[in-house]
């Protein structure tokens, strides 16, 4: 089977991001997108977190922002290999550039093969961005921001996204099936 190099730009064409602030949806709308059939991969942040609690690992957000942000890369740097097995597009809970945005967003430099990871593994030119909603955000105990957090953390990867050269479009509140029909149309799968 194959697999994607960092310089497939044309796999890169069929990697469509969803990123935003934590509580915006993102992880309701891309089951909505698997059950339409298409390809998706899992949130590197709760993944990681997860597993990190079950084995009693450090490498979480609130223990060691760093070991996390490096777990993060290394997490999609594998799905993003994985995605290239896959036909289609391919829809992403987050990638690359939301590493540099979560450090950023901490306050901890950008090391520099984070920066040459988001530089170079790309995806689609047009990312979507959900914003955080208030009527839908809720924490639980992979998620422990609060709303102005998550607020912070939806403008943090608007402007990391456009530092590397990426068009941000903004997904409106609605039902799941709207949303899920709205990112389609722009993505043109529904041409």
């Known amino acids: 089977m194959?697999?994607?190099?960092?310089?497939?730009?044309?796999?890169s064409s069929r990697f469509i991001v969803l990123t935003g602030g934590p509580g915006a949806g993102k992880t309701t709308?891309?089951?909505?997108?698997?059950?339409?059939?298409?390809?998706?991969?899992e949130e590197a942040g709760r993944g990681i977190i997860r597993d990190q609690v079950a084995i009693g690992g450090n490498a979480l957000p609130w223990c060691d922002a760093t070991a996390f942000a490096e777990a993060m890369l290394a997490w999609e740097m594998r799905s993003y290999h994985l995605a290239g097995r896959q036909p289609g597009l391919v829809f992403f809970d987050r990638g690359m550039p939301d590493v540099a945005g979560y450090l950023r967003l901490s306050g901890?430099?950008?090391?520099?093969?984070?920066?040459?990871?988001?530089?170079i593994f790309r995806y689609r030119p047009q990312v979507f961005l959900l914003p955080p909603w208030r009527e839908i955000f809720t924490q639980d105990a992979e998620r422990r921001q609060s709303y102005e957090e998550a607020v912070r953390t939806c403008e943090a990867m608007r402007a990391t996204y456009a530092a590397y050269g990426y068009q941000l479009?903004?997904?409106?509140?609605?039902?799941?099936?709207?949303?899920?029909?709205?990112v389609l149309e722009q993505a043109g799968a529904l041409s």
């Open 2 to 11: 194959p697999t994607t190099s960092v310089a497939d730009t044309s796999a």
């Open 29 to 41: 709308l891309l089951e909505a997108l698997a059950g339409a059939g298409y390809a998706c991969s």
């Open 108 to 119: 901890l430099p950008v090391p520099a093969h984070v920066e040459r990871a988001a530089r």
């Open 169 to 182: 479009v903004e997904v409106p509140p609605g039902s799941v099936a709207r949303r899920a029909a709205f």
